[in-house]
T-cell receptor, first 117, second 110 residues
Framework: GAVVSQHPSRVICKSGTSVKIECRSLDFQATTMFWYRQFPKKSLMLMATSNEGSKATYEQGVEKDKFLINHASLTLSTLTVTSAHPEDSSFYIC?????????????FGDGTRLSIL | QQPVQSPQAVILREGEDAVINCSSSKALYSVHWYRQKHGEAPVFLMILLKGGEQKGHDKISASFNEKKQQSSLYLTASQLSYSGTYFCGTGIQSRGKLIFGQGTELSVKP
């Protein structure tokens, strides 16, 4: 149980392109979804927290207009990297949690490796 | 503020034990432990909540010292499959987000 599917797993695209990443909870309803960015051999850096039907809460330093997050249902959240540039290249991972995130585990997707040329 | 994990890296032989520590400067509500293998998603290991507790399954267990705001992950009789990077994630509220430590890279050799 508690499977999270993230798609696509890898994207290579030209600078200026917008890229959409999907995160789905397959066998549970995710009250809260999180989006992280991870650099090689580094920690998980939280970008934003999203709750179904409400606006995402972004961490300090994360551009809202650059990284658009939509949590349309209890099983789907999307992250759109708008007008991506080489510095946006990274590993993006989503996670999903039921109920209160503090006392419930986060279940992670397999991540999306984004490469901007 | 990011919790501090120690050690940063550890190399073990199969069957040896290891302890990974996670310290925070803030009062914690919860500590989560995850293991991530190279190129894969982090996998949930366990959660410890304030009140001070200890949990375990199989040969992996953890403790949470609320007074010191520290958690320790214990791996006993390590197996090759234990290799990976271990992250602690700390939460200061019941409804809150997690802030992850910098990770501890564990390598178990035959």
């Amino acid at each position: 149980g508690a499977v999270v599917s993230q798609h696509p797993s890898r994207v290579i695209c030209k600078s200026g392109t917008s890229v959409k990443i999907e995160c789905r909870s397959l066998d549970f309803q995710a009250t809260t979804m999180f989006w992280y960015r991870q650099f090689p051999k580094k920690s998980l850096m939280l970008m934003a927290t999203s709750n179904e039907g409400s606006k995402a809460t972004y961490e300090q330093g994360v551009e809202k207009d650059k990284f658009l997050i939509n949590h349309a249902s209890l099983t789907l959240s999307t992250l759109t990297v708008t007008s991506a540039h080489p510095e946006d290249s990274s590993f993006y991972i989503c996670s999903a949690s039921t109920g209160l995130a503090g006392n419930q585990p986060q279940h992670f997707g397999d991540g999306t490796r984004l490469s901007i040329l | 503020q990011q919790p501090v994990q120690s050690p940063q890296a550890v190399i073990l032989r199969e069957g040896e034990d290891a302890v990974i520590n996670c310290s925070s400067s803030k009062a914690l509500y919860s500590v989560h432990w995850y293991r991530q293998k190279h190129g894969e998603a982090p996998v949930f290991l366990m959660i410890l909540l304030k009140g001070g507790e200890q949990k375990g399954h199989d040969k992996i267990s953890a403790s949470f010292n609320e007074k010191k705001q520290q958690s320790s992950l214990y791996l006993t009789a390590s197996q090759l499959s234990y290799s990976g990077t271990y992250f602690c994630g700390t939460g200061i509220q019941s409804r809150g987000k997690l802030i992850f430590g910098q990770g501890t890279e564990l390598s178990v050799k035959p």
